[in-house]
């Protein structure tokens, strides 16, 4: 890749996206920054010779087209594809509605394939460039009151894993962000996070404790996004990509229980497990 890459980076309004904006640009890169409002990114990034700004609803696919072709035509080429774009719809199952699920899943499932659909020609012609997605812990380990945003952040997991087996043959490379908990905007009440629209008596109580647990969490996490933000350019820098990014001590924490419980379940049944085919 180029000494001076261009990144498009979606969700670039709030939170980590700005901070990976700035990072990149302070590296010394071209930088695509967008969001659903262009003005609003552009004042939260800052002037600067090396951005564009863009306004991008990453659930609409033509509009993914549209913004993919303006950075062409202002920088000839994208390097780096940023999938950061996403929000929280925080509830228990049963509380959040149908609308409220798909919904979730078509900004942090379908919004990024969308991005990248409209990206990878690009990637293909020029036979290299890089898809980074921000997944989640939570895209490994389910919890209660977040199973709508985990099942968004399983299903990125699954396509990324597959995607980077896809595109590698053209030279692309591929990295899954998946961060523990830093203090972006994502439980920003109305902002990034959702509240359930379901009133069910039986998870009243739990429901409400829960939530004031969330708000009071906010603006207290243990993660810098900007030193995140830092990391992914330096990755990046680097050429060679892993195949995932666990950031944050929380999250190793989490994932590495969660790898020791799998191994625990396939353990317990192992004789019944491999005792089930045909010739068994």
């Not at 950031?247 to 089930?276: C, F, P």
Request: charged share 20%.
């Amino acid at each position: 890749m180029a000494e001076a890459n261009v990144w498009f980076i979606t969700g670039a309004s709030r939170g980590l996206g700005i901070d990976i904006a700035k990072s990149a640009l302070a590296a010394g890169h071209c930088v695509v920054a967008t969001g659903r409002d262009a003005a609003r990114v552009a004042s939260a990034v800052g002037a600067h010779k090396n951005l564009l700004t863009l306004a991008l609803d990453v659930t609409d696919p033509a509009a993914g087209e549209t913004a993919v072709k303006a950075a062409v035509d202002r920088f000839d080429r994208i390097d780096v594809l940023v999938n950061n774009a996403g929000n929280f719809y925080a509830g228990f199952f049963e509380t959040l509605s149908p609308g409220q699920i798909k919904a979730q899943m078509e900004t942090n499932f379908f919004g990024p394939l969308n991005v990248t659909r409209a990206v990878l020609p690009v990637l293909r012609a020029q036979r290299s460039g890089q898809i980074i997605t921000v997944t989640s812990t939570a895209g490994f380990v389910g919890g209660p009151f977040t199973s709508a945003y985990a099942a968004s952040k399983f299903a990125l997991e699954g396509w990324m894993e597959s995607l980077r087996q896809e595109v590698a043959p053209f030279g692309i490379k591929t990295m899954a962000v998946v961060p523990g908990f830093f203090r972006t905007e994502l439980l920003v009440e109305g902002s990034s996070t959702i509240w359930p629209e379901v009133q069910i008596e039986d998870y009243a109580q739990e429901s409400a404790s829960t939530i004031a647990a969330w708000k009071n969490m906010n603006g207290k996490q243990g993660g810098d996004p900007a030193k995140l933000a830092d990391a992914l350019v330096m990755i990046s820098d680097l050429g060679s990509l892993p195949e995932r990014f666990v950031a944050g001590a929380d999250a190793m924490d989490a994932i590495e229980r969660k790898q020791a419980a799998v191994q625990e379940q396939i353990e317990t049944n192992r004789n019944l497990s491999a005792a089930l085919s045909y010739n068994s």
